[in-house]
Structure formats: structure tokens, C-alpha cells
């Protein structure tokens, strides 16, 4: 199977949308896209949506983040966890932003490296989500997936990318974050995968099926 019909597969199977994705569908603005993108580390989906829509309903500038207080934007964003240091992050590159792009989101990968809280994978989520430039955000799902699927064979995320974007053509990696997340949510996740529903367990190295009916069975005798 090729690369596309296997992610058409995946995409068949999935549902909802995942919260960078709906901001994206939305077209909001890339820096409520960024901010997003730094509240969601460590954090569930539905966290970071919540986190979001408090804190944008009463700060959804860089200028009016970089005036509010410390402590109201930490009680916003406070769903998020690791709620201080990300407080004080946004509040940070809000201001980085007005001084040094015009209060603008930068649609470069190394501006954005710049920016504190900002690693490979929010750059590219602003990248892909923002600016709809082909990169690969690699999360622990795409990271888990990818090898899982044998597509690469890699120890860490970083490494994944690289793999990932010597393999993968380019035409598909603005798809890849936004499938390959929402896939290991619901389907192969990280404990237990849902090998025995899953739409491409024909093709997949990795099909834990027949492990865990073992595993099922002996618990049973
Ligand atoms: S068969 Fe299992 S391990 Fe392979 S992709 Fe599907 S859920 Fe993941």
C-alpha cells in the first residue's frame, strides 16, 4: 500500500476533530494557533481547548497578554497544567512578539525556534496549522506510530522528523500530525492498541492482536 492509500485508510476510521485542527478548519488567527500549540504540551486535548477558549475570551491579543496579569492569565490557562510556567511563557512571547515582528506570528521555522517554550514540534504544528506549510510535527503519537508501522526506526521525536521527512512525499506531510494524532487517540494507542478494529492491521508489522487475545486468555484461565 502506498503511503497515501494508508493514511486514507486511517482517515476512513477516525472521528471528531482534534482542537488544532478545528482552530485551523476556523482559520483563527496563527497566534491563537501558537498559543494553543504551547498550552498543549503534556496536556489532553480537551485541556488545552478549554485553556484556550478562557483565556482568548478575555485576552486575545499579544498586546492585551502582555499587559494582563500574571496571576488572572495563570487562573485561565489553569486546565492546561503546568499552568505557571506556561503563563509566563505566553506572556513572554507576546511580548517578544509586539517588539520584534509587529505583533505578528512569524512563519519561519527558525524565527520561531527563537521563541521561548517554542521547540520543533510547536514550530511545526504553526507551520503546518498557521501557515499550511508543509512540515511534520512529530508528537508521541506520530512518533509511536511511525515506528510502530516500520516507517522509521527512531529513539526520539527529533529523529523521527528527519526520518519521517526522507520518507514520507511532501505533498502528504501537512496531513500526517493532523491524522496520525487523532489515530492514536482513538485507535492505536499507546497501552493496548485496537489492533483487532483497526482498518489497517493487514499491513501493520505491529499487530498486537493476537498478543493481547493471549494475554486476555491466560488472565481468564
Ligand atoms: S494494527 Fe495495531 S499497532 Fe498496527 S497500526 Fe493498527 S492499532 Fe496500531
Redesign the pocket.
Known sequence: MEYKEILDEIEKQLEGEAHLDELARKKQDPFKILISTILSARTRDANTRIATEKLFAKYNTPESIAKANIDDIEQLVKSSGFYKVKAARIKEVSKILIEEYNSNVPDDYEELLNLPGVGSKTANCVLVYAFKVPAIPVDTHVHR?SN??GWVTTKNPLKTEVALKNTIPKELWIKLNRLLVRFGQQ??VSIK???DV?S??KI?P???SMELAVKKKKKSL
Do not use: Q, T
Request: aromatic share 6%.
Open positions: 506510530i510502530r508501522l485507535i492505536c492498541p485496537k489492533c483497526c489497517i492491521n501493520c505491529k499487530d498486537f
